[in-house]
T-cell receptor
């Protein structure tokens, strides 16, 4: 099973709301990722968790707050977003890199609209 | 540092004809290379990967790619396009031992009936 699931599929939120995106994988992967993708562009890396610890934060604004409760789950907490944060948010997972790097498996994404 | 150049932003083919998507990369180290496909409003699906074994890599749905170190290329081909191949394709490179993927800008494929 190479499936990464994400909920919800669609989310509309106001600029004062607080919401969360959820991601789950059962492939035993110990690296999990959040990406942001704007229309007609490649995904942009936001955060990387490795062995449940935040490993990379690509200078993401603090209104995005990631959380990795266990090795299968990844959350992205959203607060006080701006309209320009509207995008497709993708979660991915992979084996943790060592001597090699491994392919990442992507979820279907959450389409976020900030009004 | 790694970088990827996809030489065509848009490719249009007729159904049943060959597809060629071109990708050049630069890397300070021996990289791993991938091709991903993204259908509208979907996530990215791995088509194939090169990780230093055979230079001709076969993937899903009849796609294959050839790694040419001398030309720093990793072009994607398919002998006969199907309507379902209409999508966005990304060539991706990663340095071994790293977490961060470097994406090309993408190639949009349209398939004419």
């Amino acid at each position: 099973d190479t499936e990464v699931t994400q909920t919800p599929k669609h989310l509309v939120m106001g600029m004062t709301n607080k919401k969360s995106l959820k991601c789950e994988q059962h492939m035993g992967h110990r690296a999990m990722y959040w990406y942001k993708q704007k229309a007609k562009k490649p995904p942009e890396l936001m955060f990387v968790y490795s062995y449940e610890k935040l490993s990379i934060n690509e200078s993401v604004p603090s209104r995005f707050s990631p959380e990795c409760p266990n090795s299968s789950l990844l959350n992205l907490h959203l607060h006080a977003l701006q309209p320009e944060d509207s995008a497709l948010y993708l979660c991915a997972s992979s084996q943790a890199p060592g001597q090699f790097s491994y392919e990442q498996y992507f979820g279907p994404g959450t389409r976020l609209t900030v009004t | 540092a790694q970088s990827v150049t996809q030489l065509d932003s848009h490719v249009s083919v007729s159904e049943g004809t060959p597809v060629l998507l071109r990708c050049n990369y630069s890397s300070s180290y021996s990289p791993s290379l991938f091709w991903y496909v993204q259908h509208p409003n979907k996530g990215l699906q791995l088509l194939l990967k090169y990780t230093s074994a055979a230079t001709l890599v076969k993937g899903i749905n009849g796609f294959e790619a050839e790694f040419k170190k001398s030309e720093t290329s990793f072009h994607l081909t398919k002998p006969s396009a199907h309507m379902s191949d209409a999508a966005e394709y990304f060539c991706v490179v990663i340095k071994r031992g790293d977490y961060k993927l470097s994406f090309g800008a993408g190639t949009t494929v349209t398939v004419r009936a």
